[in-house]
T-cell receptor
Framework: SQTIHQWPATLVQPVGSPLSLECTVE??????LYWYRQAAGRGLQLLFY??????ISSEVPQNLSASRPQDRQFILSSKKLLLSDSGFYLC???????????FGEGSWLTVV | KQEVTQIPAALSVPEGENLVLNCSFT??????LQWFRQDPGKGLTSLLL?????REQTSGRLNASLDKSSGRSTLYIAASQPGDSATYLC?????????????FGKGTKLSVIP
């Protein structure tokens, strides 16, 4: 069966520090990969998606970037965090088309 | 731009009651609609997926319906239990620019009182 792992689960970072959140999917190949952010009182916002290695599409201009160095690995990064980057970050995957999307357990980021 | 609205934002019911959660969307040209459950501080768990050509899907005590022409979906939960307490999210999938993307509502927070 397929599983998705996301880490770290929680982190507290000072303003201006770098960020790296990692996500891996097991048990499948060539998945579509997604990064969402859920801020307090707001719905889930799609940040990035990838349909293949090295292929990244950005939905929202912001202080973050994403990379897909391997087929089942998706990384969310920032060079300098802002207070507004605080939130709950969720990685997700599906097998493309209109198939069900499966989410990881999420990463809580607090920028102080 | 697709917009998804969920009403009510919060709902409290006694254990054993049947209940309905509502979801509406502005653009009826969707590919499918999915219902998710989110427990506090956790990721999303997929509950049901309804393709645009379908009218309903059932899983255990859950039944989701879709009326694409009117832009509405409902999630029916039968014989509610305290373990059903969570936030329920509706999301529609559109196809555009060669990819399929989900647009989420803000959710309905359900509390089932023992």
């Amino acid at each position: 069966s397929q599983t998705i792992h996301q880490w770290p689960a929680t982190l507290v970072q000072p303003v201006g520090s770098p960020l790296s959140l990692e996500c891996t999917v097991e048990g499948t190949s060539n998945p579509n990969l997604y990064w969402y952010r859920q801020a307090a009182g707001r719905g889930l916002q799609l940040l990035f998606y990838s349909v293949g290695i090295g292929q990244i599409s950005s939905e929202v201009p912001q202080n973050l970037s994403a990379s897909r160095p391997q087929d089942r690995q998706f990384i969310l990064s920032s060079k300098k965090l802002l207070l507004s980057d605080s939130g709950f970050y969720l990685c997700a995957w599906n097998l493309g088309g209109g198939n069900t999307i499966y989410f990881g357990e999420g990463s809580w980021l607090t920028v102080v | 731009k697709q917009e998804v609205t969920q009403i009510p934002a919060a709902l409290s019911v006694p254990e054993g009651e049947n209940l309905v959660l509502n979801c509406s969307f502005t653009d009826s040209a969707i590919y499918n609609l999915q219902w998710f459950r989110q427990d506090p501080g956790k990721g999303l768990t997929s509950l049901l997926l309804i393709q645009s050509s379908q009218r309903e899907q059932t899983s255990g005590r859950l039944n989701a319906s879709l009326d694409k022409s009117s832009g509405r979906s409902t999630l029916y939960i039968a014989a509610s239990q305290p373990g059903d307490s969570a936030t329920y999210l509706c999301a529609v999938m559109d196809s555009g620019a060669g990819s399929y993307q989900l647009t989420f509502g803000k959710g309905t927070k359900l509390s089932v009182i023992p």
